[in-house]
């Protein structure tokens, strides 16, 4: 099926990882468990644990009974901040061709594009980890 929003499988993996470790703040969650859960590549998945740990919103605990925790409380890691450890700074375009600038004065999908950036922009900036843990799916 086609869909206008995409985000990329390595964005993908981070927010279901941190719905994963928001249902269990006490925990720590190997990479293994991880990766089995959501039934993806353990390399790929420790990537990406590598850029959360990076960004100061997870926390490695290393050893046989280690495993990933927050780096701090669920409700103050805003979603922006999860895509931006892993895509780096929110940069929407403004246009669905992919180009850098629009070919054309009247761009009939222009005003659409500006819309939907905006309001992604906006949930991922107001949505917070704790969230992920009771939204659908998780």
């Known amino acids: 099926m086609y869909s206008f929003l995409r ?3 390595a964005s993908a993996l ?3 990882t941190m719905g994963v470790i928001a249902r269990n703040p006490d925990t720590k ?3 293994s468990d991880i990766s089995e859960m959501l039934n993806v590549s ?3 998945l420790a990537k990406v644990h590598q850029r959360l740990v990076h960004a100061g919103i997870l926390r490695a605990v290393r050893g046989p009974s280690g495993g990933f925790r927050l780096a701090r409380e669920a409700g103050t890691i805003t979603l922006m901040q999860i895509v931006e450890a892993v895509e780096g700074p929110f940069a929407p375009s403004q246009c ?3 180009r850098e600038k629009c070919q054309s ?3 009939v999908l222009g005003a659409m594009s500006n819309s939907i950036n905006e ?5 991922l900036l ?3 980890a704790d969230k992920l843990a009771t939204m659908a799916g998780m």
Do not use: K
Not at 119 to 123: A, S
């Open 7 to 9: 985000i990329s499988e």
């Open 14 to 16: 981070a927010l279901h």
């Open 29 to 31: 969650i190997s990479n």
């Open 42 to 44: 353990e390399h790929h």
């Open 96 to 98: 669905l061709l992919g």
């Open 105 to 107: 004065d009247c761009c």
């Open 119 to 123: 309001q992604v922009r906006t949930f």
């Open 126 to 128: 107001t949505t917070t």
